[in-house]
């Protein structure tokens, strides 16, 4: 009896001091905004960051977490625009499986928070809208790919005229998607060149959308066309060929390399995880690029519209996120100004949105058939 008694005191003892040893994810909670959907696991006891492996699959992040329990099997749907639901699965009494259905590949981190003012130990998930770039491989036998991007759509008519009006005479949606659609026929026409739109009617896709679909496509070029207001400066006319200034491009690679330091500043509990692509944003690559697309296609249009009709290539000073496809050559077309009288009445003209389409479309192939005669590595 007292060896029994002595077992069982013996088997309690090492239980609670098992339990004290490991944590135990406990609940749920999530809060969302339009910069990050935030998942916090509360637990009770602290979580060691080597006890938690992640790993993204496809659209689905897991992250295993050793010597930690549940109290049963978790699941939470959310009313996020970035995660659809998240399961806390237990595997064993020490291993949980955590499970974040996101509804599309999207960078992510994860930290802990230790227990405070009587809150409980955290495992926080952040997700954020920002897309994840796709490792491209070099072409042996290049098919090209280039993303056209009607500017604005659906419920986003762009710019107007009347300027201001409920049922504008002219709305620039309408004209950039059918420059676009003319640009996409003529390159459909060149051998070795494939065409992707951002959209082909009248429907509103998100500018981080239009962004990674140049992202997820590896494209070799993309190329997003609008026309212009300046209600101030009505004299203000012609086409302008937009890449983004070299001050935008530092200012990534500076945030980029401040990352990268966070990486080495761990706390002893957890440190910060983020996708070594946030770090690869390809800077240099994608100005210089650029660079090239915009010289080709404002030759181009020189060559097919009217020489005193392009004003030439103008940095894009402000943070224009079609601009800052990672890794992706890209450039913004102004076809002209509708504050304009004379670039208004050309605009809706089908003849001059043929020359303008076909003037683009030239620079495009001009600029695709160069890549095949230098060695390009993305």
């Known amino acids: 009896m007292k ?113 405070s003012c009587g809150r409980p130990f955290r495992i926080v998930i952040d997700v954020f809208p920002d897309f994840l770039t796709l490792s491209c491989p070099v072409k042996r036998f290049p098919e090209r790919v280039v993303v056209i991007d009607p500017g604005h759509g659906g419920k986003d008519p762009g710019a107007v005229w009347p300027i201001g009006s409920r049922h504008p005479i002219i709305r620039e949606k309408d004209i950039t998607l059918a420059i676009a659609l003319k640009v996409r026929d003529y390159l459909k026409r060149v051998p070795g060149i494939k065409v992707i739109m951002t959209r082909t009617k009248d429907v509103y896709v998100p500018l981080l959308k239009r962004a990674e679909i140049a992202a997820k496509s590896c494209a070799d070029a993309f190329v997003s066309i609008h026309a212009d207001s300046m209600p101030n400066y009505p004299s203000w006319s012609g086409v302008t060929v937009f890449k983004a200034s070299p001050r935008l491009f530092a200012k990534a690679e500076r945030t980029a390399k401040e990352v990268a330091k966070r990486i ?65 050559p890209a450039v913004l077309i102004e076809c002209g100004f509708l504050t304009n009288p004379t670039d208004r009445r050309r605009l809706v003209e089908r003849w001059y949105q043929e020359e303008l389409a076909q003037g683009i479309a030239k620079g495009i192939e001009k600029y695709l058939a160069s890549l095949n005669k230098v060695a390009y590595e993305r």
């Open 3 to 115: 060896g029994f008694l002595g077992a069982l005191l013996f088997s309690s003892f090492s239980y609670d001091s098992f339990a004290r040893e490991r944590a135990l994810i406990y609940r749920i909670r999530y809060s969302s905004t339009i910069e990050r959907t935030r998942v916090v696991l509360d637990c009770k006891g602290e979580v060691k960051k080597k006890d938690i492996k992640e790993k993204l699959v496809g659209r689905v992040l897991w992250l295993d977490v050793k010597n930690t329990g549940a109290v049963r099997k978790l699941v939470k749907r959310l009313r996020s625009p970035l995660v659809s639901e998240v399961k806390v699965l237990p595997i064993s009494s020490n291993r949980v499986k955590v499970k974040l259905v996101l509804k599309s590949p999207h960078k992510f981190k994860v930290f802990g928070l230790r227990s």
């Open 264 to 328: 080495n500043l761990c706390s002893d509990v957890m440190c910060w995880s983020i996708s070594p692509l946030l770090i690869n944003m390809s800077t240099t690559v994608t100005f210089a690029e650029s660079s090239r697309l915009a010289k080709d296609i404002v030759s181009s249009l020189k060559a097919r519209v009217n020489e005193d009709l392009v004003n030439g290539i103008r940095d894009m000073k402000r943070n224009i996120v079609v601009l800052k496809t990672p890794g992706r």
